[in-house]
């Protein structure tokens, strides 16, 4: 690299705009945080590599917000908040555009979601980035994935399948294939793909009213089913409840958009007698929606609206599978 590795950490990455609870930041050999009194610290790591997690094509932009994001999303599982990061990065070459163009992206996410960058590793190799994130929640009040109880009704915070369309949209682009999307769509979910927006906010909120919750990251029907498993119950849903992207419009589309993953949206569970107070808190701020119930009898079954069980594909991502 013509750079040093800490002409790199300065020029991109260090800060001394830190919050309160941020003591020690970039610059020593280790970060110092305060945890405010009477919280919890929870904690998470991803890492996305070149050709596995994104086509060498993304824009590094979006590259660095979309590796923040996804970080976030999981304190958003937790009803966490966001309190700080590190980043250990693997670089092939220096490229000084290249990494004002990441480290704006990632800026840009950090500064929306107030996570600082506290500290990280730089290291040349293919291209990896990996995120270590940690968040605050008070003192039990962390979303597990093991709460949900029968009766207990399922929702999900957010449209399902426009990430997916992008995700198909790139893959035509890059086979010159012709694509039948409209040109505004497929900017939309392109857009949806490089942009996931973590719902923080809702996580905070649904401390006080869910029992259980999840982020869609490897599709809906994966996703609810490892809550399910945790959690010893099984579910009912009603397929024409699920909120899909308005582009898919048949069945199958609408099947590929609740398997495809990478919404980052949350999929959590409300007990009934919490319900009317859950909804009046919400409104006006999240548009979540209600998609079955938790049932006693293991499994997940998927109605359509004859009242008659899908067959779905069960399978989300996985890398070993
Ligand atoms: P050491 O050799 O003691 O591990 P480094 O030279 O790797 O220290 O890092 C110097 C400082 O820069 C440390 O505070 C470290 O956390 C920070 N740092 C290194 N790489 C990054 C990065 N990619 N992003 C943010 N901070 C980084
Ligand atoms: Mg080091």
Same mark, same amino acid.
Request: with cysteine; charged share 15%.
């Given at each position: 690299?013509s750079a040093s590795e800490f002409d790199i950490i300065q020029r991109f990455f260090y800060s001394?705009?830190?919050?309160?609870?941020?003591?020690?930041?970039?610059?020593?050999?280790?970060?110092?945080?305060?945890?405010?009194?009477?919280?919890?610290?929870?904690?998470?790591?991803?890492?996305?590599?070149?050709?596995?997690?994104?086509?060498?094509?993304? #824009? #590094?932009?979006?590259?660095?917000? *979309?590796?923040? $994001?996804?970080?976030?999303?999981?304190? $958003?599982?937790?009803? &966490?908040?966001?309190?700080?990061?590190?980043?250990?990065?693997?670089?092939?070459?220096?490229?000084?555009?290249? =990494?004002?163009?990441?480290? $704006?992206?990632?800026?840009?996410?950090?500064?929306?979601?107030?996570? #600082?960058?506290?500290?990280?590793?730089?290291?040349?190799?293919?291209?990896?980035?990996?995120?270590? +994130?940690?968040?605050?929640? #008070?003192?039990?009040?962390?979303?597990?994935?093991?709460?949900?109880?029968?009766?207990?009704?399922?929702?999900?915070?957010?449209?399902?399948?426009?990430?997916?369309?992008?995700?198909? &949209?790139?893959?035509?682009?890059?086979?010159?294939?012709?694509?039948?999307?409209?040109?505004?769509?497929?900017? *939309?979910? +392109?857009? &949806?793909?490089?942009?996931?927006?973590?719902?923080?906010?809702?996580?905070?909120?649904?401390?006080?009213? &869910?029992?259980?919750?999840?982020?869609?990251?490897?599709?809906?029907?994966?996703?609810?089913?490892?809550?399910?498993?945790?959690?010893?119950?099984?579910?009912?849903?009603?397929?024409?409840?699920?909120?899909?992207? =308005?582009?898919?419009?048949?069945?199958?589309?609408?099947?590929?958009?609740?398997?495809?993953?990478?919404?980052?949206?949350?999929?959590?569970?409300?007990?009934?007698?919490?319900?009317?107070?859950?909804?009046?808190?919400? $409104?006006?701020?999240?548009?979540?929606?209600?998609?079955?119930?938790?049932?006693?009898?293991?499994?997940?079954?998927?109605?359509?609206?004859?009242?008659?069980?899908?067959?779905?594909?069960?399978?989300?991502?996985?890398?070993?599978?």
């Open positions: 690299m001394d705009d830190n919050p309160e609870h941020i003591r020690v930041g970039i610059g020593d050999d280790a970060a110092v945080i305060s945890i405010p009194a009477g919280s919890e610290v929870v904690s998470s790591v991803d890492t996305l590599n070149q050709g596995v997690h994104f086509l060498a094509s993304i #824009p #590094p932009a979006a590259l660095g917000y *979309k590796a923040l $994001a996804i970080n976030l999303s999981d304190l $958003a599982a937790m009803a &966490a908040t966001p309190a700080w990061f590190t980043l250990s990065l693997s670089l092939p070459e220096y490229d000084e555009d290249w =990494l004002n163009a990441f480290s $704006a992206g990632l800026k840009k996410a950090a500064t929306q979601f107030l996570c #600082p960058l506290v500290g990280g590793d730089t290291t040349r190799g293919p291209l990896s980035i990996s995120i270590a +994130i940690h968040g605050f929640v #008070p003192q039990g009040q962390a979303l597990l994935r093991s709460g949900a109880k029968c009766g207990d009704s399922i929702y999900v915070g957010g449209t399902l399948g426009e990430s997916g369309l992008g995700l198909q &949209a790139l893959f035509n682009q890059q086979n010159n294939e012709t694509d039948n999307q409209s040109a505004a769509a497929l900017k *939309k979910h +392109i857009h &949806a793909h490089y942009y996931p927006q973590p719902q923080i906010a809702l996580g905070e909120m649904l401390r006080h009213f &869910a029992s259980a919750c999840v982020d869609v990251s490897d599709g809906f029907i994966a996703d609810l089913t490892h809550l399910l498993e945790a959690s010893h119950v099984g579910a009912e849903i009603q397929f024409d409840a699920i909120p899909c992207s =308005l582009a898919c419009t048949t069945e199958q589309e609408k099947i590929t958009a609740i398997t495809a993953g990478e919404d980052y949206v949350l999929c959590f569970c409300v007990a009934k007698d919490k319900e009317a107070a859950f909804l009046s808190a919400i $409104a006006g701020q999240h548009t979540v929606k209600k998609v079955g119930e938790i049932v006693h009898e293991r499994g997940m079954k998927v109605i359509n609206n004859q009242g008659r069980a899908m067959t779905m594909p069960h399978k989300g991502w996985d890398h070993f599978g």
